[in-house]
């Protein structure tokens, strides 16, 4: 949009005065006194002559303001020259001579995008846009290097970049088990969306047997995508030293907890135990084993938990809880100690079990040389105390 320069109300005559675009960049704004002069002659000389085509790119005033201009926003805005653009180029925009330096400052309170240059000995003002380039820290790649390559901390340099760009890195802790999923050359910027999560993979070193014991030196440890890779992969190194391979294994396989037999320990009867009989550690013993295991799998000794087997457990099959049920401590028939206490006094005598019982159940002694019968406590195997 463009608009005539008039005087006295008139349009001027196109050949003394061309059209003024109002969406210039640069907008200068004249005191109420220049504005009471009543367009007299020299004013309007002066506004022709501002916008007169050809004229210079920058006048000797220009470039004092933009000098002066530059100086102050690089120490107000606490950064380098350099950095400071004055936008005062148009060549439209004409600033007269000041004797005095300009006062300048910020046009709008919070804002760094324009300001406000004023000559103090004629009340002249204008409003120019300026343009600060902001530098950050960043990283760049010191070589040129392919994709999947491990990244160290000697694969960058630290720099300072204008680049504005999101997902710019800066911080060489962010790089740590990081690789590239793109190749890239010296110098580029190490950007976020370069870059993907490694984890540590146990790779076989030569080829094992099923059930063959996994040594340290059997394995290297590589680095590999973690999106690729899921949990199974990702164990703790110890984990090894206690594994067998779970089935046939060739050199250059990446180890997976799938591909391990954890050696654990387990509750396995030493002997076949009959149904009803009691666990103890006669009958069974705690044996390392490798492979699965159930959940409840048993892997302590039971002297002190009182079960028997609920069916008949082979010999070094692993006891299983469900394997087991609360054991009669005392069977019919049994020989059991009894033990009478009245005070200080105390009787033992040795009876026979008319019923089975478990710990603390009440059961019928009966006493062979007399055939009497005697209510008892089950206190423990082949133990009761009169009640």
Known sequence: MSVGVCRLGKALPPKNCHPVGIASLFMVIHTRTMFLFKWLPGIFIWLCSAFAVGAPALGFDKQALIDQATEWVARNS????KQVVIMATDRRLKIPTCPSPFIIEFAFPGSEESIKVECPDTSWRVFVGIKITKYMPALAYSSDMPTGEILLD?????????????GIVSDRTALKNMMLKVAVNAG??????HLESTIAIFQLNKDLLKGERIKQDDVTIVMKPAKKFGQNYQ???KLLSNASAANNLKKGSLLSEQDLNIVQVALVAAVNIPKGDLLTSSNTSLRDFYGKLPSDTLTTSVDSLMIAARKTINVGQPIRLSDTKEGYLIKRGDSVTLTI???VLEIVSQMVAKDNGRLNEQITLINVESNEEVRGKVTGLGQASGI
């Open 78 to 81: 606490q950064v380098e020259e």
């Open 154 to 166: 000697e694969h960058t340099v630290a720099v300072s970049t204008a680049n504005s760009s999101s």
């Open 188 to 193: 580029d910027l190490v950007l976020k969306h």
């Open 235 to 237: 164990f703790p190194e």
């Open 341 to 343: 206490k009245s005070g």
